[in-house]
Protein backbone atom coordinates (compact mmCIF):
# COMPACT_ATOMS: atom_id res chain seq x y z
CA UNK A 1 0.00 0.00 0.00
CA UNK A 2 1.39 3.33 -0.97
CA UNK A 3 1.23 5.93 1.94
CA UNK A 4 2.10 9.64 2.90
CA UNK A 5 1.79 11.54 5.54
CA UNK A 6 1.03 15.23 4.66
CA UNK A 7 0.61 17.69 7.58
CA UNK A 8 0.51 21.90 8.39
CA UNK A 9 3.05 22.69 11.37
CA UNK A 10 3.52 26.02 13.05
CA UNK A 11 5.83 25.53 15.64
CA UNK A 12 7.14 22.72 14.60
CA UNK A 13 5.08 19.88 17.04
CA UNK A 14 2.82 18.63 14.40
CA UNK A 15 6.07 18.09 11.75
CA UNK A 16 7.15 16.30 14.94
CA UNK A 17 4.20 13.69 15.35
CA UNK A 18 4.52 13.72 11.51
CA UNK A 19 7.75 12.93 10.98
CA UNK A 20 7.92 9.87 13.80
CA UNK A 21 4.30 8.48 11.87
CA UNK A 22 6.32 8.55 8.93
CA UNK A 23 9.13 6.58 10.49
CA UNK A 24 7.33 3.95 11.66
CA UNK A 25 5.21 3.55 8.66
CA UNK A 26 8.19 3.95 6.32
CA UNK A 27 6.82 6.43 3.99
CA UNK A 28 7.57 10.37 3.21
CA UNK A 29 6.34 13.08 5.43
CA UNK A 30 5.83 15.97 3.64
CA UNK A 31 4.23 19.70 4.23
CA UNK A 32 0.65 20.47 2.96
CA UNK A 33 2.00 23.66 0.99
CA UNK A 34 4.55 21.27 -0.64
CA UNK A 35 2.03 18.86 -2.32
CA UNK A 36 -0.64 19.34 -5.23
CA UNK A 37 -3.96 17.15 -5.66
CA UNK A 38 -2.41 15.28 -8.81
CA UNK A 39 0.48 13.79 -6.33
CA UNK A 40 -2.03 13.00 -3.39
CA UNK A 41 -4.51 11.07 -5.90
CA UNK A 42 -1.56 8.62 -6.55
CA UNK A 43 -1.60 7.50 -2.87
CA UNK A 44 -3.58 4.68 -1.33
CA UNK A 45 -3.86 6.35 2.11
CA UNK A 46 -2.91 9.70 3.61
CA UNK A 47 -2.81 10.32 6.71
CA UNK A 48 -3.02 14.33 7.68
CA UNK A 49 -2.10 16.18 10.65
CA UNK A 50 -2.55 19.65 11.75
CA UNK A 51 -2.39 22.03 14.72
CA UNK A 52 -5.72 23.06 16.23
CA UNK A 53 -7.12 26.38 16.18
CA UNK A 54 -10.88 26.86 17.63
CA UNK A 55 -10.66 23.39 17.83
CA UNK A 56 -10.33 23.02 13.69
CA UNK A 57 -7.86 21.02 12.59
CA UNK A 58 -5.84 23.42 10.65
CA UNK A 59 -5.69 22.58 6.40
CA UNK A 60 -7.91 19.25 7.15
CA UNK A 61 -10.36 21.15 4.80
CA UNK A 62 -8.54 21.82 1.94
CA UNK A 63 -7.31 17.86 2.16
CA UNK A 64 -11.24 17.15 2.41
CA UNK A 65 -12.08 19.07 -0.71
CA UNK A 66 -9.87 17.18 -2.80
CA UNK A 67 -11.93 13.67 -1.81
CA UNK A 68 -9.20 11.60 -1.91
CA UNK A 69 -9.08 7.58 -1.28
CA UNK A 70 -8.52 7.06 2.20
CA UNK A 71 -7.67 9.71 4.73
CA UNK A 72 -6.71 9.46 8.34
CA UNK A 73 -6.18 12.69 10.47
CA UNK A 74 -4.55 13.73 13.48
CA UNK A 75 -4.87 16.84 15.43
CA UNK A 76 -2.32 18.43 17.94
CA UNK A 77 -3.17 20.52 20.70
CA UNK A 78 -2.41 21.57 23.99
CA UNK A 79 -5.19 19.98 25.84
CA UNK A 80 -4.12 16.42 27.43
CA UNK A 81 -5.69 13.94 25.36
CA UNK A 82 -8.65 11.51 26.42
CA UNK A 83 -11.91 9.94 24.77
CA UNK A 84 -14.28 13.28 25.21
CA UNK A 85 -11.82 15.44 23.29
CA UNK A 86 -11.13 13.34 20.74
CA UNK A 87 -15.55 12.90 19.78
CA UNK A 88 -15.83 16.74 20.24
CA UNK A 89 -12.84 17.45 17.82
CA UNK A 90 -13.77 14.42 15.10
CA UNK A 91 -17.38 15.98 15.23
CA UNK A 92 -16.49 19.43 15.15
CA UNK A 93 -14.48 18.74 11.96
CA UNK A 94 -16.82 16.09 10.70
CA UNK A 95 -14.44 13.23 10.58
CA UNK A 96 -15.19 9.80 11.21
CA UNK A 97 -14.42 9.30 15.14
CA UNK A 98 -12.35 6.02 14.05
CA UNK A 99 -10.15 7.50 11.61
CA UNK A 100 -9.32 10.73 13.91
CA UNK A 101 -6.31 10.98 16.14
CA UNK A 102 -5.72 13.60 18.77
CA UNK A 103 -1.87 14.51 20.46
CA UNK A 104 -0.91 17.10 22.70
CA UNK A 105 2.00 19.30 21.30
CA UNK A 106 3.03 21.90 23.31
CA UNK A 107 3.50 25.94 23.20
CA UNK A 108 6.63 28.03 21.88
CA UNK A 109 5.60 31.53 22.32
CA UNK A 110 8.54 32.54 20.59
CA UNK A 111 7.51 30.46 17.38
CA UNK A 112 3.95 32.07 17.74
CA UNK A 113 2.94 35.05 15.82
CA UNK A 114 1.37 38.38 17.28
CA UNK A 115 -2.36 37.36 16.51
CA UNK A 116 -2.29 33.76 17.98
CA UNK A 117 -0.22 35.07 20.93
CA UNK A 118 -3.09 37.66 21.74
CA UNK A 119 -5.53 34.93 21.53
CA UNK A 120 -3.75 32.69 23.70
CA UNK A 121 -3.33 35.14 26.39
CA UNK A 122 -6.89 35.52 25.93
CA UNK A 123 -7.35 31.55 26.98
CA UNK A 124 -4.61 31.83 29.77
CA UNK A 125 -6.10 35.17 31.36
CA UNK A 126 -9.83 32.86 31.36
CA UNK A 127 -8.26 30.01 33.21
CA UNK A 128 -6.10 32.18 35.67
CA UNK A 129 -9.36 34.20 36.38
CA UNK A 130 -11.15 30.60 37.13
CA UNK A 131 -11.73 30.05 41.48
CA UNK A 132 -11.61 26.27 40.87
CA UNK A 133 -8.91 25.54 38.64
CA UNK A 134 -8.96 21.68 37.46
CA UNK A 135 -5.58 19.45 36.46
CA UNK A 136 -6.19 20.26 32.95
CA UNK A 137 -6.23 23.79 33.89
CA UNK A 138 -3.52 23.71 35.94
CA UNK A 139 -1.36 21.60 33.44
CA UNK A 140 -2.47 24.56 30.72
CA UNK A 141 -1.38 27.45 33.10
CA UNK A 142 2.31 25.35 33.16
CA UNK A 143 2.36 24.46 29.14
CA UNK A 144 1.49 28.64 28.26
CA UNK A 145 4.86 29.52 29.99
CA UNK A 146 6.70 26.91 27.06
CA UNK A 147 6.66 23.23 27.05
CA UNK A 148 7.07 20.51 24.42
CA UNK A 149 4.24 17.91 25.66
CA UNK A 150 5.10 15.22 22.71
CA UNK A 151 5.12 11.77 22.72
CA UNK A 152 6.04 9.54 20.36
CA UNK A 153 4.29 6.99 22.12
CA UNK A 154 0.77 8.66 21.93
CA UNK A 155 0.84 8.02 17.71
CA UNK A 156 0.74 4.06 18.57
CA UNK A 157 -2.84 3.64 18.55
CA UNK A 158 -2.25 5.32 15.05
CA UNK A 159 -0.35 3.50 13.83
CA UNK A 160 -2.14 0.72 14.84
CA UNK A 161 -4.99 1.49 13.11
CA UNK A 162 -3.48 1.91 10.08
CA UNK A 163 -1.59 -1.67 9.87
CA UNK A 164 -4.77 -3.38 10.95
CA UNK A 165 -6.43 -2.97 7.53
Not at 45 to 59: D, K, P, R, S, T
Amino acid sequence: MKRIVVYKSSTGFTAKYANWIAEELGCEAIELNKIKKCDLVKYDEIIYGGWLMANMVCGYNKINEMNLKKVIVFGVGMTVPNDEVVAKLAEQNKINKDNFFYFEGGYNPKKVGFFKKMMMNMIKKSIEKKEEKTAEDLHMLETFKGADNTNREAIKPLIDRILEV
